[in-house]
C-alpha cells in the first residue's frame, strides 16, 4: 500500500506541512509506505482547457505535474494537505486538482482513498472540505475525512491539540480503509452522472441536447 501526501502550502516547515508529516507517520506505523510531495518546489502551470487529454488521456503540458501524475496513478492513498487562502484552497492547490482532469477522465483515480488536511487562522475550512467532498464523488475515491487546524504563526499549530490528534487519525485510517479493499461494482466505474452519460449516450451539458426529446 501506498499514501501520497500532496502539500499545498508556499511555505516550508508550515503548520500544513507539521500536520501532513503528523498523518504519514501514522500511516507508516499502519503498514503503508508514505512519502510527501511538496508542490512548492515544483513547475507546475495551470490547465490552458484545451481537452486534448480528453481524447489522448494524456496533458500535453511538460513540467513537473507529469512526475506527479505517476506517483498518483501508484497511490492507493492520497492526502492533500493546504493552508486556507481567502476561504478555500491555495492556487497550487487548484493548479493540480484542475491538471487532474485526465487521470479523472480515464477513471484512474477510482477506489483511492483520500483525506484532506487544512489550517486555517480562523475562518474557511467548509470551502476547503466542500471543494474535496465534490473531488472525491466525482472522482469515485473514498473518503477517510478531515483533519482541521487553526495557526497563523508558523509552528503554532503543535498548540492544536485536536489537529495534531486528527492528522494523526487520518493517516491511519486511510490505510485501515485501504486494507478493507473497497471497491465500486466493477459496471459502475465512473460517478453516477458521467455514467448514464456514457451508458445513454445522453450529454452532461444542458446546451447540448440534455432536455431534447
Known amino acids: ?3 501520497l501526501g500532496i502539500l499545498c502550502s508556499p ?24 512519502e510527501m510531495f511538496a508542490v512548492r518546489d515544483k513547475d507546475i502551470k495551470p490547465c490552458d482547457a484545451c481537452y486534448a487529454c480528453a481524447k489522448t488521456g494524456k496533458c500535453h503540458i ?11 496513478l501508484e ?30 477522465m480515464d477513471g484512474k483515480l477510482v477506489n483511492k482513498v483520500g483525506g484532506v488536511i487544512a ?3 480562523s ?24 483533519a482541521c487546524g487553526f495557526a497563523r504563526r508558523r509552528g503554532g499549530i503543535r498548540k492544536d491539540k485536536h489537529a495534531m490528534k486528527a492528522a494523526e487519525e487520518l ?3 486511510v490505510v485501515l480503509m485501504l486494507k478493507q479493499q473497497l471497491r ?5 466505474d465512473l460517478s453516477i452522472y458521467r455514467f448514464v452519460s456514457r451508458k445513454y449516450g445522453i450529454d452532461l451539458c444542458p446546451s447540448m441536447g440534455r432536455f431534447e426529446e
Open 171 to 173: 493517516g491511519r485510517l
Open 184 to 188: 465500486y461494482p466493477r459496471e459502475y
Open 75 to 104: 497511490a492507493d492513498g492520497i492526502i492533500w494537505g493546504t493552508p486556507v487562502f481567502f476561504f478555500n484552497v491555495t492556487a497550487q492547490a487548484k493548479i493540480i486538482i484542475d491538471r487532474l482532469y485526465p487521470l479523472y
Open 1 to 3: 500500500m501506498k499514501v
Open 123 to 146: 475562518l474557511g475550512h467548509s470551502g476547503v472540505l466542500d471543494l474535496f467532498n465534490a473531488i472525491f464523488s466525482a472522482s469515485h475515491m473514498f473518503s477517510a475525512g478531515f
Open 11 to 34: 511555505r516550508k516547515d508550515g503548520n500544513t506541512e507539521i500536520l501532513m508529516q503528523e498523518a504519514l507517520a501514522s500511516a507508516r506505523e499502519a503498514g503503508a509506505e508514505a
Open 119 to 121: 489550517v486555517a487562522s
Open 62 to 72: 511538460k513540467d513537473d505535474m507529469q512526475e506527479l501524475y505517476l506517483k498518483f
